[in-house]
C-alpha cells in the first residue's frame, strides 16, 4: 500500500511511502534536505512502521513544532491506519 502525505510546518513538500504486512518497503520525500532524507529513507526501508514511528515522533527542528523525521512519522501512522 503506498500513501502520499503534504507536511505541515517543515521544508519538505510531499511525502510518498508504501508499506506491506507492516514493514516499510519505500519512501520519496520531495523538497527540503536532500541528502537527510536520503539518509532517513535509508535507515527506514525494511523497518516495522511501529518501530520507525515510534523513534520519529515529536522531533522537533529547531524551534518549529515538527520536523521532517516527526511528518514522516504521521505519514507513516496514516499508513497503518489504512492496514499497510
Given at each position: 500500500m503506498t500513501i502520499t502525505y503534504t507536511p505541515k510546518g517543515i521544508c519538505a513538500r510531499q511525502m510518498t511511502?508504501?508499506?506491506?504486512?507492516?514493514?516499510?518497503t519505500d519512501a520519496e520525500i520531495t523538497g527540503g534536505?536532500?541528502?537527510?532524507?536520503?539518509?532517513?529513507?535509508?535507515?527506514i526501508k525494511?523497518?516495522?512502521?511501529?518501530?520507525?514511528?515510534?523513534r520519529m515522533q515529536g522531533i522537533r527542528c529547531g524551534?518549529?513544532?515538527?520536523?521532517?523525521?516527526?511528518?514522516?512519522s504521521k505519514a507513516?501512522?496514516?499508513?497503518?491506519?489504512?492496514?499497510a
Open positions: 511511502v508504501s508499506a506491506e504486512n507492516g514493514v516499510i534536505c536532500d541528502g537527510n532524507h536520503k539518509g532517513i529513507i535509508s535507515l525494511g523497518m516495522k512502521l511501529d518501530d520507525a514511528i515510534e524551534m518549529r513544532e515538527s520536523s521532517c523525521p516527526d511528518q514522516l507513516l501512522n496514516i499508513l497503518k491506519q489504512q492496514g
